[in-house]
């Protein structure tokens, strides 16, 4: 039995593309995700890799849209967590917290987030390792 619940805990953390290919799947599940963070003054996103900020800035050139959009997932954290999230800003992450496969209500509109509906809010951010 406790190798089973060793063998549980050490799973890897989920990709934006992993998420968002089956977000009922996740849906308020506390989950770890593996990404690029970009946050900026107009925007709070996970990327899956960091090239992903070059494919997002011109989606007009991308050719499969749908697999792209996958690739981003909206972050939403507490004011609290904002030093903590800033200093590992622009780099690889783990980020946990609660997933959401819709997080906005409906007519609502995030001007900062990915295309997709789906976002973690995030309760702890690490460095990713590497290598």
Sequence with gaps: MALLIGASAALAALSPSQLNEDPAAHDGQVVEVRGYLHLTSGGHVLYEARSD???????????????????CLTVHYAPALKVRLMRRNEGDVVLKGRFHATYLKEGAVDPGACSGPTAIMVDDVRPAKTG
């Design 53 to 71: 900020l070059a494919l997002f800035s011109d989606l007009t050139r991308v050719k499969n849209l749908d697999r792209a959009l996958r690739r």
